[in-house]
Nanobody
Framework: QVQLVESGGGLVQFGGSLRLSCAASGSIFSIYNMDWYRQAPGKQRDLVATISSGGSSNYVDSVKGRFTISRDNVNNTLYLQMNSLKPEDTAVYYC???????????????WGQGTQVTVSS
């Protein structure tokens, strides 16, 4: 059983900051890419940022220079530091991890339950 649990969401004013965390636990042999997605009301879920096991990261253009993705490979934790937040960043944020549960297992993508981020203008 693998669990991804997000935390750190909340209500923040325009221009404020939040730091999201995502802790992966359970039967985990190896974690490869880890991602942050977001889904605004009535819209599809979109990729925000991704980071490889080696630390290489990529961002969607709308958050470049404002968001920073990082990970702690020892504790299987993913982070998203969000600065200069805008109302259009309001969404449910989900973490995802591509991982193997044991040596030889298939590589699957696992999701957290999401955490709400609301930015007021």
């Amino acid at each position: 059983q693998v669990q991804l649990v997000e935390s750190g969401g909340g209500l923040v004013q325009f221009g404020g900051s939040l730091r999201l965390s995502c802790a992966a636990s359970g039967s985990i042999f190896s974690i490869y890419n880890m991602d942050w997605y977001r889904q605004a009301p009535g819209k599809q879920r979109d990729l925000v940022a991704t980071i490889s096991s080696g630390g290489s990261s990529n961002y969607v253009d709308s958050v470049k220079g404002r968001f920073t993705i990082s990970r702690d490979n020892v504790n299987n934790t993913l982070y998203l530091q969000m600065n200069s937040l805008k109302p259009e960043d309001t969404a449910v944020y989900y973490c995802a991890a591509v991982l193997q549960r044991w040596r030889g297992d298939y590589t699957g993508k696992y999701w957290g339950q999401g955490t709400q981020v609301t930015v007021s203008s």
